[in-house]
T-cell receptor, first 111, second 115 residues
Framework: EAAVTQSPRNKVAVTGGKVTLSCNQT?????MYWYRQDTGHGLRLIHY???????EKGDIPDGYKASRPSQENFSLILELATPSQTSVYFC??????????FGEGSKLTVL | AQKVTQTQTSISVMEKTTVTMDCVYE???????LFWYKQTASGEIVFLIR??????ENATVGHYSLNFQKPKSSIGLIITATQIEDSAVYFC????????????FGLGTRVSVFP
């Protein structure tokens, strides 16, 4: 059974629309992360969280917000989606060594 | 500047042979952790192996082992007795500083294993 699950797995959005990507983890890890993966750029950190109620900016936070309402859930929010945000997004939960456990990925296409 | 650099974009090997892939990193920290992850064709990203910087012994898990050369800031991944299922993209990653701040990843090396 998957310990980090993401939804939706695939999403097509229009430019200017709002998109919410959701992530749930059953690892009971304090830390959670959102990465995006693009050809030529690898995995880049967007936002992360130390625990419920906290969100922190990663390396590329512009155009994204995050929400951590509980230990288990961490959402990535695109208030005004743009075509440049077309990507595959990965959520992860984090062990205290820094080791990450990834979700299956969410493919977002912004038209 | 990249903090984690994988210079090999792709490697092709015959099944049952050994493949080695390189990774160099940059850090100012005296203590850090290095990881290798595998991304399969389905997109799944799975943890393979970890090296703690303060450990002199190279980590080994199954048919994965590391070649940790601290003076060279290098952490190579070695896969012995390769199988077709080892065909994937392999990412090197580093954790420095606060463990909660996530990992910095290299761009990956695509390995293709042929029968």
């Amino acid at each position: 059974e998957a310990a980090v699950t993401q939804s939706p797995r695939n999403k097509v959005a229009v430019t200017g629309g709002k998109v919410t990507l959701s992530c749930n983890q059953t690892n009971n890890h304090n830390n959670m992360y959102w990465y995006r993966q693009d050809t030529g750029h690898g995995l880049r950190l967007i936002h992360y969280s130390y625990g419920a109620g906290s969100t922190e900016k990663g390396d590329i936070p512009d155009g994204y917000k995050a929400s951590r309402p509980s230990q288990e859930n961490f959402s990535l929010i695109l208030e005004l989606a743009t075509p440049s945000q077309t990507s595959v997004y990965f959520c992860a939960s984090g062990h205290n060594t820094g080791q990450l456990y990834f979700g299956e990925g969410s493919k977002l296409t912004v038209l | 500047a990249q903090k984690v650099t994988q210079t090999q974009t792709s490697i092709s090997v015959m099944e049952k042979t050994t493949v080695t892939m390189d990774c160099v990193y940059e850090t100012q920290d005296s203590s850090y952790f290095l990881f290798w992850y595998k991304q399969t064709a389905s997109g799944e990203i799975v943890f393979l192996i970890r090296q703690d910087s303060y450990k002199k012994e190279n980590a080994t898990v199954g048919h994965y082992s590391l070649n940790f050369q601290k003076p060279k800031s290098s952490i190579g991944l070695i896969i012995t007795a390769t199988q077709i299922e080892d065909s994937a993209v392999y990412f090197c990653a580093m954790r420095e500083g606060n463990y909660a701040q996530g990992l910095t990843f290299g761009l990956g090396t695509r390995v293709s294993v042929f029968p």
